[in-house]
T-cell receptor
Framework: EAQVTQNPRYLITVTGKKLTVTCSQN?????MSWYRQDPGLGLRQIYY???????DKGDVPEGYKVSRKEKRNFPLILESPSPNQTSLYFC??????????????FGDGTRLSIL | RKEVEQDPGPFNVPEGATVAFNCTYS??????FFWYRQDCRKEPKLLMS???SGNEDGRFTAQLNRASQYISLLIRDSKLSDSATYLC????????????FGTGTRLLVSP
C-alpha cells in the first residue's frame, strides 16, 4: 500500500530536549515536505526537499532542521524545542516526474506538545 | 492579504442540500489548483484537482476562474459523511512544487 508514515503520532516533551520526527514514503517520490498546522493559520511549509541531499527552507523554518540522506526518508529535527513549536505536523510527498499537477500525499500527522 | 482565502464557515446544511464553497488566490501566476478534504485531526486528502474547463467527480464539481482568480467547489446531495473541512490549495508557478493552503471551510451536514 502506498503511504507516508510518520512517527511518533503523539509526543509530549519539555523545552530544550532534542527530538526527531521521522517520515518515510514507499512511493519512490522525489519531493518531500514538512508542514505545521495551527488553528486559524492553515498548513505552513517548514522545509522541503526536491531529491536526495537537496533541501530548502519553506515559510517557517526557524527552529527546525531536516535531512534527506535517502530518497524514502525525510526526518524533521527540533534541536531545542520551545512551546511555540507545539503544533500538528504533517509530512507529505509527491512525484516530480509527471508534471505539475501531481498531488501531495500526506502522512497521518504528529501532534507535538512542548511544555 | 492572504495568498489563498476561504470563508472558514461553518456551513451548516441538511442532508440532500447543495452547497458551494469559493476560494480566492492572489498570485495570478499560480499553476495548479486542488481541493483537499480534512477530517478532524486527520491528514488532508486530495478530493479533486481543478481544471480550467471545470471538472466533475460524482456529486462534486470544481470550477476555476483564472480571470477573477477564484476556485469553487459544489457538492450536490450532501451526505452526513461529507462533514469535514475543505481546503483550497494552489500550486505556485515555481520550480519547487510549493503548495499554498487556504485555512479551510468547515462543512457540517445534519440529518
Amino acid at each position: 500500500e502506498a503511504q507516508v508514515t510518520q512517527n511518533p503520532r503523539y509526543l509530549i516533551t519539555v523545552t530544550g530536549k532534542k527530538l526527531t520526527v521521522t517520515c518515510s514514503q514507499n512511493m519512490n517520490h522525489e519531493y518531500m515536505s514538512w508542514y505545521r498546522q495551527d488553528p486559524g493559520l492553515g498548513l505552513r511549509q517548514i522545509y522541503y526537499s526536491m531529491n536526495v541531499e537537496v533541501t530548502d527552507k519553506g515559510d517557517v523554518p526557524e527552529g527546525y532542521k531536516v535531512s534527506r540522506k535517502e530518497k524514502r526518508n525525510f526526518p524533521l529535527i527540533l534541536e531545542s524545542p520551545s512551546p511555540n513549536q507545539t503544533s500538528l505536523y504533517f509530512c507529505a510527498s509527491s512525484s516530480l516526474r509527471q508534471g505539475s499537477n501531481q498531488p501531495q500525499h500526506f502522512g497521518d500527522g504528529t501532534r507535538l506538545s512542548i511544555l | 492579504r492572504k495568498e489563498v482565502e476561504q470563508d472558514p464557515g461553518p456551513f451548516n446544511v441538511p442532508e440532500g442540500a447543495t452547497v458551494a464553497f469559493n476560494c480566492t488566490y492572489s498570485n495570478s501566476a499560480s499553476q495548479s489548483f486542488f481541493w483537499y478534504r480534512q477530517d478532524c485531526r486527520k491528514e488532508p486528502k486530495l478530493l479533486m484537482s481543478v481544471y480550467s474547463s471545470g471538472n466533475e467527480d460524482g456529486r462534486f464539481t470544481a470550477q476555476l476562474n483564472r480571470a477573477s482568480q477564484y476556485i469553487s467547489l459544489l457538492i450536490r446531495d450532501s451526505k452526513l459523511s461529507d462533514s469535514a473541512t475543505y481546503l483550497c490549495v494552489v500550486r505556485e508557478n515555481t520550480g519547487f512544487q510549493k503548495l499554498v493552503f487556504g485555512t479551510g471551510t468547515r462543512l457540517l451536514v445534519s440529518p
